[in-house]
């Protein structure tokens, strides 16, 4: 497989491109992200979501800690090539490090932010 | 309304933050963009999509030439407070400048980015 299709993203002045995970099936946004040219080469070859942390400054294997793996089903990019969306099945149903489904938990409600979705599993006992 | 969930959102080093529009009621995500406070104000303020344009460097309302405007129904942030998302209703049923319904019609098929959703109107009747 050549590289073209890599070169044809408009990576940032940080070598990055924002990423977003979406559930195949119901359609949810689960979590949002960046990736680098490994990351989304390394998504495609695995069939697994790999992001760029960039607090770690290092590739991100999703799930490597907690499990909680994204089997990739489909690859789009937008009309300027410079943000990527995945359809992802979610291994455990749970995206969020908070051990909720979704990272989009907060809903604003009369001005306030608020957390609007369960936790699923306590923290501690996916991040043991 | 006080401006503490303003406040709230990490900002980035420009002052903008991701934000994401799906349609509230197929759940497809419609187009990828940036906020700054202004924009995320008005957009709560007006119930209607406001960015910020950076390649223009203002504010941008969503729809202002096209006609194509998002009403918002739903507005979340993610776990840290770094990505907004918009759950919106969107006007004339086409969120991209190419005329298609979604900004992310390009999918990844055997190593080339496919356009695979139909043109719905030709951009050149949107923007006159």
Not at 3 to 8: I, N, Y
Not at 101 to 106: D, G, H, I, L, T
Request: net charge negative; hydrophobic share 40%.
């Amino acid at each position: 497989m050549s590289a073209a299709w890599l070169d044809e993203i408009a990576w940032d002045e940080h070598g990055l491109v924002p990423a977003i995970a979406q559930d195949a099936e119901t359609g949810d946004i689960l979590m949002f992200a960046w990736m680098n040219r490994d990351a989304l080469r390394e998504t495609v070859h695995t069939g697994k979501a790999v992001y760029f942390s960039r607090s770690r400054n290092k590739l991100w294997h999703k799930g490597e800690e907690s499990g909680h793996t994204q089997k990739v089903h489909e690859i789009r990019i937008d009309c300027d090539s410079d943000v990527v969306l995945l359809k992802i099945d979610q291994a455990g149903g749970i995206a969020c490090h908070t051990g909720r489904r979704s990272c989009f938990f907060s809903k604003l409600v009369d001005g306030v932010w608020t957390a609007v979705d369960p936790v699923l599993k306590d923290p501690k006992e996916i991040y043991k």
